[in-house]
């Protein structure tokens, strides 16, 4: 008996085991059955199809024999594999009555809401003479920021009575990502960097920061963790957003006097190469309640002052910053401006339009300029 089955065709299988698959089929067995039989007998390889072949060739019935009915068991294949272990100790759980799920959704809502409330907010300010210091980009931890400039606009703005401060965000530049090798090119480190922006958010009386697409850069925890909003509410800055405020400005003792708003932005949508400021001057275009609209991000400055067809007196401002020698601006073949790195907006709110808001690009006429308002010289 050989070891390894012998394989065989249909007609030699009709040929050679007539009489064995005769009486297999005789027995009821189906042709998968009779192969297994000629396998074990036998040491015939033959399969379902080849034993139905033979059968056919030897004229015996294709069906089940009558009066026989069909074996109900066919044997597995040799070495099944063992079925996969598998313990369920979970326990049935319960659905959440739809009334508690709706009162958690509405909540939930009701929480998602109200973080917009940081993005309008409504002060009230002495009516009187008032200037906001408005700086550009600051990159305070960038070797190509103008430190020197800035520093005595701070020192300028701690001197002169009524100012507050404002900036437009990207305070630091917060390289992440494949961006990580150009702290290569700066002489700061990164915790040198958070120490000058905590000088600066203290060093003086603020009114506004929103951040930029730098400062978002520092956002830790998938943005649950707002650096700049922690250390503004230490340093009693009165409004922060990480990328737009709304601000309504309303008059102490006076409700008789219109309302200022002002939209701060690191940036508004839309480019022209006719105007830099064409994107918050097209925001102003279209806002038809808001009066002066700010922002920076570019590295270039400029102003548009309008009267629009709603009928606002509309002053839309883009100021440069302090960093100068961008190589991502030579690069890409950007002009680069030597001014407007920051302006002073004086603002007097008994003032009839267009006077009510005067822009000075040059801070130290703004602020003699304020200091006259605020003396009562006429």
């Known amino acids: 008996m050989n070891s390894k089955p012998q394989r065989l065709g249909s007609e030699q299988l009709a040929e050679l085991y007539e009489q064995q698959i005769t009486e297999l089929r005789a027995q009821g067995l189906g042709f998968r059955r009779i192969s ?12 379902y199809d080849v034993v139905r072949k033979a059968v056919e060739r030897l004229g015996l019935p294709m069906g089940a024999p009558s009066g026989q009915a069909k074996p109900e068991h066919v044997p597995p294949p040799a070495n099944p594999r063992p ?28 929480r998602y ?9 409504q002060l009230v300010m002495p009516c009187e003479p008032f200037a906001i210091y408005l700086a550009g980009d ?11 400039t800035l520093y005595e606009h701070v020192r300028l703005v701690q001197a002169t ?92 003792d006076r409700p008789d006097l219109e309302p200022l708003i002002w939209v701060l932005r690191h940036d508004f949508p839309g480019r022209s190469w006719f105007h830099t400021s064409h994107g918050p001057n097209k925001a102003a275009m279209l806002d038809g ?30 100021v440069r910053g302090y960093k100068f020698g961008d190589d991502y601006a030579m690069t890409k073949g950007f002009n680069e401006q030597h001014h407007g790195e920051a302006c002073l907006i004086v603002i007097n709110p008994e003032a009839e339009e267009p006077g009510r808001i005067s822009i000075f690009w040059d801070m130290d006429r703004g602020c003699d300029y304020l200091t006259w308002l605020r003396s009562g010289t006429k």
């Not at 297994?36 to 033959?46: A, F």
């Not at 508690?100 to 009701?110: G, S, Y």
């Not at 009928?311 to 401002?317: D, L």
Request: charged share 25%.
């Open 36 to 47: 297994y039989e000629l396998r074990d007998q036998y040491q015939i390889s033959c399969s």
């Open 83 to 110: 079925p996969m272990p598998i313990e369920d100790v979970s326990e049935p759980v319960e659905d959440q009555p739809i009334e508690e799920l709706i009162a958690h959704r509405v909540e939930a809502f009701r």
């Open 113 to 121: 809401r109200s973080k917009s409330n940081q993005h309008k907010r």
């Open 138 to 148: 600051p990159h305070l931890d960038d070797d190509g920021c103008a430190i020197e």
């Open 161 to 252: 009575d009524g100012v507050l401060a404002a900036c437009v965000g990207d305070v630091q530049n917060h390289w992440i990502g494949r961006l990580g090798r150009k702290y290569a090119d700066q002489s700061s480190t990164a915790s040198q960097g958070w120490r000058l922006s905590e000088w600066y958010l203290r060093s003086m009386d603020w009114l506004a920061l929103v951040g930029g697409n730098h400062d978002a850069w520092a956002a830790a925890g998938g943005g649950s963790i707002d650096p700049y909003k922690l250390i503004c509410k230490d340093a009693k800055v009165r409004a922060y957003a990480p990328d737009e405020l709304r601000l309504t400005l309303t008059w102490k």
């Open 289 to 318: 309640k808001a009066h002066l609209f700010t922002c920076g991000h570019l590295h270039s400055w400029g102003q548009l002052s309008s009267e629009q067809t709603h009928g606002r007196v509309t002053h839309a401002v883009r």
